[in-house]
C-alpha cells in the first residue's frame, strides 16, 4: 500500500475514471442519481469493456484479449 494522494499507486484505475468521465459521463445531463449509476453501468459493460480498443492490451478490447487469451491456452494444452 502506498502513500495518500501517490496517483502512481493507482495508475490504472485513474485512468479509467478519466477515460469515463471525458468520454462518458460529463457529455449528458443526469435527471437523477440512479440514471447516472445505471447508464455508466450499462456504459462500462458495453462500451467499455466489449467495444472500446484498449492500447496496453494491443488496440482490441478486453473481451476479444481474453478470447485471444483462451485460445492460445486451449492450444498449447492441446499440443502438450
Known amino acids: 500500500m502506498g502513500y495518500t494522494g501517490i496517483c502512481w499507486d493507482n ?28 447508464a455508466v453501468g450499462n456504459w462500462i459493460e458495453d462500451r467499455y469493456n466489449r467495444r472500446r480498443r ?15 487469451y483462451s485460445r492460445q491456452i486451449a492450444d498449447s494444452q492441446k499440443a502438450a
Open 11 to 38: 495508475a490504472m484505475a485513474e485512468s479509467f475514471f478519466a477515460t469515463l468521465k471525458t468520454e462518458f459521463y460529463y457529455r449528458r445531463v443526469w435527471p437523477t442519481k440512479k440514471a447516472a449509476r445505471l
Open 54 to 68: 484498449h492500447a496496453s492490451i494491443g488496440q482490441i478490447s478486453p473481451v476479444n484479449f481474453e478470447l485471444q
